[in-house]
């Protein structure tokens, strides 16, 4: 089956840690991104990839970095710098830029111990 | 700034009986919209989207309507049904123009039986 695969579902970050999220897509999707949701909020772009070895900021990429070293793979690190890690974080693939929607896996949730 | 805002935070309908959910948008750029479904603990999923030169768009029992004058589209359900109780995200974006979406902040829905 294609689609998206998010994991862990849950994780445990302790104050100081880099933690790395995974997302991996079978859907052969050139764009995929990352999404923090927190609650009453809506989504909030972290990154967005378009390409592989290519990636741009989104609107709070402070305290986060990315890789994009294969298509199907883009991880998220949450770093040290990343003052409020506790969200649920959503990872999503596009076919292309200004695809007409993108696809979202099931999520991680991330809380600090 | 929140480019696209979801007022309502939550909405109950009764089984059977009409949903609207409404949105509104800040940036007359944006020409495509789209509509999401939630569950908890899961990623969004695509449910309808409308684009610009269009008034309104038609899925089943989804209908998305978009008043481009007064920067709102509404998502309009018929008959509401138990199972359609989640949390609904409207979104945005310019098309062309690179793949950001805007997203709201959601609207939680009840369909009571």
């Known amino acids: 089956d294609g689609g998206i695969t998010q994991s862990p579902k849950y994780l445990f970050r302790k104050e100081g840690q880099n933690v790395t999220l995974s997302c991996e897509q079978n859907?052969?999707?050139?764009?995929m991104y990352w999404y923090r949701q927190d609650p009453g909020q809506g989504l909030r772009l972290i990154y967005y990839s378009q390409i592989v070895n290519d990636f741009q900021k989104g609107d709070i990429a402070e305290g986060y970095s990315v890789s994009r070293e294969k298509k199907e793979s883009f991880p998220l690190t949450v770093t040290s710098a990343q003052k409020n890690p506790t969200a649920f974080y959503l990872c999503?693939?596009?076919?292309?830029?200004?695809?007409?929607?993108?696809?979202f896996g099931p999520g991680t949730r991330l809380l600090v111990l | 700034d929140q480019q696209v805002k979801q007022n309502s935070p939550s909405l109950s309908v009764q089984e059977g009986r009409i949903s609207i959910l409404n949105c509104d948008y800040t940036?007359?750029?944006?020409?495509?919209f789209l509509w999401y479904k939630k569950y908890p603990a899961e990623g969004p999923t695509f449910l309808i989207s409308?684009?610009?030169?269009?008034d309104k768009n038609e899925d089943g029992r989804f209908t998305v309507f978009l008043n481009k004058s007064a920067k709102h589209l509404s998502l309009h359900i018929v008959p509401s049904q138990p199972g359609d109780s989640a949390v609904y995200f409207c979104a945005a974006s310019v098309r062309n123009t690179g793949n950001q979406f805007y997203f709201g902040t959601g609207t939680s829905l009840t369909v009571i039986p």
């Open positions: 409308i684009s610009s030169i269009k």
């Open positions: 940036n007359s750029m944006f020409d495509y």
């Open positions: 859907l052969n999707h050139d764009a």
């Open positions: 999503a693939s596009s076919t292309i830029a200004g695809a007409e929607t993108q696809y």
